[in-house]
């Protein structure tokens, strides 16, 4: 079974950083994307970054040039760069594999406020 443990959120003001991680415990396919995710109060969960297995990225057009998507060296480990944040940044921020996502794990809370 994979369980996801993301960490890194916080308080942070409009303008800044922040970086997230995520750790993937059991199995993944080596093939699998992986995407983070965030779900603000009362709007659906949006994917806003993905990583292919052979390291292309995508991103939407909101968060194009401010996020970056990275595999860590451990293995099913992957970060979030988060810069210029801005308050429509602010959401619950989670982890997962692109297609046919497993159990959602905690999340890590990020808000952006002055």
């Known amino acids: 079974q994979v369980q996801f443990v993301e960490s890194g959120g916080g308080l942070v003001q409009p303008g800044g950083s922040l970086r997230l991680s995520c750790t993937a415990s059991g199995s993944i396919a080596s093939s699998s994307a992986m995407g983070w995710y965030r779900q603000a109060p009362g709007k659906q969960r949006e994917r806003v970054a993905t990583?292919?297995?052979?390291?292309?990225?995508n991103y939407p057009d909101s968060v194009k040039g401010r996020f970056t998507i990275s595999k860590g060296d451990a293995k099913n480990t992957v970060y979030l760069q988060m810069n210029s944040l801005k308050s429509e940044d602010t959401a619950v921020y989670y982890c997962?594999?692109?297609?046919?996502?497993?159990?959602w794990g905690q999340g890590t809370q990020v808000t952006v406020s002055a």
């Open positions: 990583i292919t297995a052979n390291g292309s990225t």
């Open positions: 997962n594999t692109v297609v046919f996502p497993y159990s």
